[in-house]
């Protein structure tokens, strides 16, 4: 058991769990930048898969990396353009825009990349982003030599949920989109443009999602596979509720993930073979489960979240 | 006076009047919803330093109308045209409330435009900075909208959530909201409806002062009184077309009246009636939370009597209403209907006594917006015979009821058929009256029963609830209105921080008597009086 508490204590542990936590927090803040906005947008788990396979193939095609980022954020950012069409200009139901969005995205990808790879078995690779390894990071106590083995991409997420905080809460344009997935009639009276925010909050939150998914493909692994989602634009949904849809709470729901993953991982070598490897995989969504419970009971949902807006209706 | 005094007013009145050049012409405007006509080829003008009254009964078009002018709405035809700042009168574009805000257009909405999540102070100030800056709004806006505040008598709690407010304080910080921006022309939807007299009254002055600064203002209201206390002219708006357009100066009420309705209106007057037996006690009953909590009440109803609670809205009515309503218990003290206890226990049994319930939020708990007309009928007889047989809606059954109610009701709506979301405010009202007084109940419970509603569907109301009275129904008469109350009920208490003080016989009361104790000075009424 005290081998179980032990892991805590190893910065590898540390380094998992942060950059297990780092696409789970680009996805979380892109999610909840929509939903501040009052549009849901399930297509995430699509999203994901689409950064993961754009962002990969363009570095894989000689692209350079941070290249490979922008495009996988330009294709997220497609994507969010037409789930905001749908939702917004056409105020169809954002579950099943969502839903329609994260299949159309998850076929594509795996289409194009069959298309382009017709008779490969073993997945090309690319060079992935190295971890940073800056010195006086390194030698900073504590947290120090952990966050120097991240990418560079987990202080780019770091750097959105701290300029999103910021955002939301000091800015005109943070008021605006609080007010916007509270009560849109609030924001026209205000000669603002519902259609405006909304669009840029889902487009802008969609480009995150992506580049969470492309840090998959060019951060954590350094290739393109089927089924390497694997739930975590989900996650990312439940992780939204459970940061109050603030940007600083999904960091901390981020790591707290991260680490049951981490954990686990490292339990099922501790356990292995005793106990079967399936319950192990179980655990950080277990606990996901537990904590959203207890977050969610208080949750506080943007008021107009998922009502379509029609101007000039009642 | 004399005549040579006089006239120089006289002059510069009418001098000012030709001098007092158009901010706002609306021309032709036409508005149709479906089948609905909202407006057809209406006209309006308003002069600088005017204040205008728009009237019309419930679904007139008003709000509709207003809507266009600030962009809300596009019209199906006509323009708005707007002074800029040369005076020349320029057309808005169709549907952009921020060319409207742009020219100088302010209005306060009838339906609050308020994002709950932000405070007051953020409602106020949102869409006024570039949105790129590192603040809210600029370092003086702060001290600016406390000042406009305070001149105004529109004190708020500028920093709490807006969610977390009464309708009171909502309401001045839509006003506010207007004012900080400014405007030329100030549109007024209603904005009275839930303010008390006194904050009432401020309002006024305000709009009297903004008028004397050269301003439009058009003010809607159906309180008459109110009009005729702060408007020049007014404009009648009757199924969508302007029937009446003049000086208020020599138009009597009950005229105006007739011109909104089409027909003369009179207001029903009660009767002395002995009352019966008692229908509700309550004895030291202290009950729920926060604001809206009541302690140490006592209080007896009985059968064929009108009690009114007067009191500034968020004294306590609320708990009062739901502990009549089975929605609460009491914490302290007893609660009975006819001698029982258990039968305002939940709301379902509150029913089953024959406790009929005109809710003070109507499109919140007394109707349901998506379901028809004959359905929110029957809401609170699912299991009766007449609504359903093992376990199936009687369609047909149902239908006949509601055709009955449009009939006896004077419900304006298309059929049985209509999603009551699409009734207008005095419609709905009377579809939930027409629920509340089926089955003649033994207690009316009614909260702020003619709230929004207009000249006729108020006097109707009032009817319906002396009739009741007449029949022997107790009735709980909750209102703001102190000339409802004062004209209504046989005997009337006023609620302050949850404490009641009365009831008094209605005879010995008056407006101001009745505006001091809901301040909270008992001390307003001579001793002998409040023995009796
Ligand atoms: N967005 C809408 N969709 C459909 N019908 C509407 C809409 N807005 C208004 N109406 C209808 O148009 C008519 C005029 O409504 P409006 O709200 O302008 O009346 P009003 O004069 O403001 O009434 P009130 O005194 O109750 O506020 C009503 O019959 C109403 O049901
Ligand atoms: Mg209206």
């Known amino acids: 058991m005290s081998e179980a508490l032990e892991i805590l204590f190893q910065a590898s542990f540390w380094v998992a769990a942060i950059r297990i936590a780092t696409p789970l927090l680009l996805g979380t803040l892109g999610a909840l930048l929509g939903e501040r906005a009052g549009v849901l947008n399930l297509g995430i788990e699509g999203i994901f898969v689409a950064g993961a396979m754009t962002g990969w193939l363009a570095v894989y095609l000689g692209a350079s990396l941070w290249s490979g980022v922008a495009v996988a954020a330009a294709t997220g950012a497609v994507f969010g353009l037409l789930h905001a069409f749908l939702t917004v200009t056409l105020a169809l139901s954002q579950h099943v825009a969502g839903l329609g969005i994260t299949l159309l995205a998850t076929a594509g990808s795996h289409f194009a990349y069959r298309v382009a790879f017709p008779t490969l078995t073993q997945p090309p690779r690319i060079e992935p982003f190295a971890p940073v390894g800056w010195a006086w990071l390194e030698s900073t106590p504590l947290l120090g030599p952990v966050l120097a083995q991240q990418t560079p991409l987990t202080f780019l997420a770091i750097g959105a949920a701290l300029l999103l905080a910021f955002v939301l809460a000091r800015t005109p344009l943070g008021l605006a989109i609080r007010a916007v997935g509270d009560d849109p009639a609030a924001v026209e009276a205000q000669g603002l443009s519902v259609a405006a925010l909304r669009y840029g909050a889902v487009v802008v939150g969609s480009a995150l999602m992506a580049v969470g998914g492309a840090f998959l493909t060019m951060s954590a692994f350094n290739a393109f596979f089927f089924g390497m989602v694997c739930g975590r634009g989900w996650i990312c949904v439940a992780l939204t509720v459970f940061a109050s849809w603030r940007p600083l709470k999904a960091v901390a729901g981020a790591l707290l993930f991260g680490a049951f993953d981490a954990w686990q991982l490292r339990l099922q070598t501790l356990a292995g073979g005793v106990v079967p490897s399936q319950l192990f995989l179980m655990v950080p969504y277990l606990l996901s489960i537990a904590a959203l419970l207890l977050a969610a009971r208080r949750a506080d949902y943007p008021r107009a979240l998922m009502k379509p807006w029609r101007r000039g209706e009642r | 006076m004399t005549a040579e005094a006089e006239r120089p007013a006289a002059r510069q009145a009418a001098g000012g009047a030709r001098a007092r050049p158009p901010l706002l012409r609306l021309r032709g405007i036409s508005k149709r919803f479906g089948e609905v006509v909202a407006n057809e080829a209406v006209d309006l003008e308003l002069a600088a330093g005017e204040i205008l009254a728009l009237l019309g009964e419930n679904g007139a078009g008003k709000t509709t109308l207003t809507s266009i002018l600030f962009g809300h709405y596009a019209a199906d035809a006509g323009e708005v045209l707007v002074a800029d700042q040369e005076g020349r009168l320029v057309a808005l574009p169709p549907g952009r409330p921020e060319a409207a805000l742009e020219a ?344 702020q029963p003619t709230r929004g509603l207009d000249v006729a569907a108020t006097a109707f109301v009032h009817e319906r609830l002396l009739e009741a009275r007449e029949r022997g129904a107790a009735v709980l008469l909750i209102s703001e209105d102190l000339d409802e109350l004062l004209g209504l009920s046989d005997r009337i208490a006023v609620v302050h921080r949850g404490r009641l003080a009365g009831p008094f016989p209605s005879e010995r009361l008056d407006v101001p008597t009745i505006g001091l104790l809901m301040a909270g000075h008992e001390g307003g009424l001579p001793a002998a009086e409040v023995a009796a």
């Not at chain 2, 529109?154 to 309401?171: H, S």
């Not at chain 2, 004294?315 to 029982?340: F, T, Y």
């Open chain 2, 104 to 447: 100088g257009i302010g209005m306060v909405h009838q339906h609050f435009t308020l994002a709950h999540n932000l405070t007051g102070f953020e409602n106020i100030v949102l869409g006024t900075e570039a949105w790129w800056r590192p603040r809210p709004a600029p370092p003086g806006a702060r001290r600016r909208i406390e000042e406009l505040a305070r001149r105004m008598g529109l004190e708020v709690e500028l920093d709490r959530p807006v969610g977390q407010l009464g309708v009171g304080a909502r309401q001045r910080i839509e006003i506010l909201k207007a004012l900080y921006r400014e405007a030329r022309v100030l549109v007024l939807d209603e904005p009275t409806a839930v303010l008390t007299p006194q904050e009432a009254e401020g309002l006024f002055a305000t709009v009297r002062a903004l008028a004397a600064d050269g301003r439009g203002v058009i003010f809607i209201s159906h309180k008459l009184a109110e009009v005729e206390a702060v408007a020049e002219r007014v404009v009648v708006l009757r199924q969508g077309r302007k029937v009446a357009d003049r000086p208020l100066a020599g138009t009597s009420r009950s005229e105006l009246a007739r011109l909104m309705v089409g027909r003369e209106v009179r207001e029903p007057i009660r009767r002395p009636r002995p009352p019966g037996e008692v229908v509700l006690a309550l004895d030291g009953v202290g009950a729920g939370s926060g604001r809206d909590r009541i302690e140490d009440v006592t209080l007896e109803l009985r059968a064929g009597e009108i009690l009114g609670i007067a009191g500034v809205s968020g004294n306590g009515q609320a708990a009062l209403a739901a502990l009549v309503a089975g929605l609460l218990r009491p914490e302290r003290g007893r609660v009975e209907l006819l001698g029982s206890t258990a039968a305002l226990s939940s709301p379902a049994a509150a029913v089953r006594a024959g406790v009929g319930r005109i809710p003070e939020d109507r499109e919140r708990d007394g109707v349901v917006g998506e379901l028809d007309l004959a359905e929110n009928l029957a809401l609170e007889r699912l299991a009766a015979p007449e609504t359903s047989r093992l376990g199936f809606l009687r369609r047909k059954a149902m239908r006949a009821r509601a055709r009955r109610a449009i009939e006896a009701f004077g419900i304006r709506a298309p059929g049985p058929d209509v999603p009551v979301r699409l009734l207008s405010g005095g419609n709905m009202q009377k579809v939930v009256l027409a629920r509340a007084l089926d089955g003649a109940p033994r207690l009316l419970l009614a909260d």
